[in-house]
């Protein structure tokens, strides 16, 4: 039984393949087996599996003239091609096509890799940089005697009308988050078209601060409104203007204030700078300098900006970290390493 059927398939697929080639319209294989269009005699010697594999095979050549079939000239002959390649007008137009194809992919994969980005992309890219939970605890453990490992937290607050994004920043030591030393409104936004630069990102002093303590570990309807959040904007303290890194830098975006900086008067300070960079890692690093009226720096680090890296998954081992249970920290080594309110 199933060497009939095979026979059977067998000579269907036959039919198929002598319809095809005789140019003719075969609209029901099976009943011209039975009808004896294709005997026995017909098929060939292969397996049961040859005739469709050699209908398939055939439907990617390119199909023979009514008039060559009559005269019996054998495919690939190559007397309808000057260049002997037995293709035809079929192969030719296969190759247009592919050849189309090929052009058409490319252009549009072009298009694409050149799709521009626009002045609020890179907005939106710095702000999404900026945004989450970043610690400099790698920096603690290599220089404990320059850095801090501190927690930096920065979450959207509010749109203004323009679209300028405005986020919640705050810093903290490691051990006490819920008491941040450090609290900024940031509003980013595209340069000026007249300046050479991506992003303009300001820092604004907060009304209330009390009142924006761990803005972003809260609940949304247990923060200050968008309306709230617009009008506790104070003060402008600091500018800074991003452009996109050169290539071949790991960075994506940095800048620095402007020459002389910004107003401040904390610790002896005339004037504050800021430098921030912003890595394809998802890294933060900001240096923030102050200077007294003789250029001398007064408070900051020293050695090199804050890393700022995203907070990594925590373990059992970085709850016994020495870094979580050092003696306590006097107010004269805090200075010297970081400002902690630099208003």
Not at 8 to 31: F, I, T
Not at 76 to 85: I, L, Q, R, V
Not at 296 to 301: C, D, H, I, R, S
């Amino acid at each position: 039984m199933r060497a009939l059927g095979c026979r059977l398939r067998q000579r269907m697929g036959w039919a198929m393949v002598k319809a095809w080639a005789s140019g003719r319209e075969l609209v029901d294989p099976l009943a011209e087996v039975l009808d004896g269009v294709v005997t026995v005699g017909d098929l060939p010697p292969k397996t049961c599996d040859f005739s469709l594999s050699l209908l398939f095979g055939l439907r990617t050549s390119p199909r023979p003239s009514r008039s060559r079939v009559r005269r019996g000239i054998p495919m690939g002959s190559g007397e309808d091609n000057p260049g002997g390649t037995g293709g035809g007008v079929g192969g030719i137009v296969r190759g247009a096509v592919l050849k189309a194809l090929v052009v058409f992919g490319g252009v549009l994969l072009i298009r694409r890799l050149r799709r521009s980005t626009t002045r609020w992309d890179h907005a939106r890219a710095v702000a999404d940089a900026l945004s989450g939970e970043k610690f400099s605890r790698e920096q603690a453990r290599k220089d404990p005697g320059n850095y801090f490992n501190l927690r930096m937290l920065t979450c959207p607050a509010t749109e203004m009308v323009d679209g300028s994004g405005v986020l919640y920043f705050e810093q903290a030591f490691w051990r006490a988050p819920e008491k941040p030393f450090r609290q900024r409104f940031y509003m980013v936004k595209p340069c000026p078209k007249e300046m050479k630069c991506d992003v303009e990102l300001s820092s604004y002093a907060i009304r209330d601060v009390e009142e924006y303590k761990n803005f972003c570990d809260r609940r949304k309807d247990q923060r200050p409104q968008p309306e709230e959040v617009i009008a506790d904007i104070a003060e402008h303290l600091t500018t800074i203007h991003l452009s996109r890194c050169e290539r071949g830098k790991r960075c994506l975006y940095e800048g620095s204030t402007t020459p002389g900086g910004f107003p401040n008067s904390w610790s002896g300070a005339a004037y504050c700078t800021s430098d921030l960079s912003i890595h394809k890692n998802g890294e933060i690093h900001i240096w923030d300098k102050g200077f007294d009226d003789d250029g001398n720096q007064v408070w900051g680090t020293k050695a090199g900006p804050y890393e700022f890296k995203p907070a990594p998954k925590s373990n059992y081992d970085d709850m016994f970290s020495p870094l979580n249970f050092s003696a306590p920290l006097s107010l004269e080594k805090i200075e010297s390493s970081y400002a902690i309110d630099d208003q």
